[in-house]
């Protein structure tokens, strides 16, 4: 199993088919609250994104944007069902928070949903802590938050 981590950005082909599979699972997830998370998600405004290819087929992605001056946001995190299990998420969440170093920030936030039951158990063990929601997550149920110091 060969596996290669690329740093690119949202015009990324390889990033565009992963994020559409990652649409298609969360509103199977969201049902109706689909359409108010998916207001936050244009890819457009992503200039940092990860993408990792398992024997040259790309099975998973993530993305950071500034939060603030001190924090970046993961966003679009996926990995394809099919690959799952293969420590793939953590090479592109640890890909994410290395390149954030990089830029300078101090910090990691993010939003997932309570039904997204395994990605909560994988920030979870990736050291992740729940805060407060933040922003236009205030007060949505449905929404968890956490953050990570880098």
């Excluded at 087929?57 to 293969?86: H, L, Q, W, Y």
Aim: hydrophobic fraction near 35%; aromatic fraction near 10%.
């Amino acid at each position: 199993m060969k596996i290669e981590i690329i740093r690119t950005n949202s015009e990324n082909p390889d990033f565009i088919n992963l994020v559409k599979q990652l649409d298609a699972y969360l509103k199977m997830k969201d049902g109706a609250e689909h359409a108010f998370y998916n207001q936050f998600n244009n890819i457009d405004v992503l200039k940092n994104v990860v993408v990792v290819s398992v024997d040259k087929k790309a099975v998973g992605c993530g993305a950071i944007k500034k939060f603030d001056n001190t924090s970046v946001e993961v966003k679009r995190m996926f990995v394809s069902p099919d690959d799952r299990g293969k420590g793939v998420a953590k090479k592109v969440l640890q890909e994410l928070e290395i390149w954030a170093k990089e830029l300078g920030y101090k910090k990691c936030v993010l939003e997932t949903g309570e039904r997204q039951v395994e990605a909560v158990k994988f920030y979870t063990k990736c050291n992740y802590k729940k805060i407060p929601n933040y922003g236009q997550y205030k007060g949505v149920e449905n929404s968890i938050c956490f953050e990570k110091a880098l």
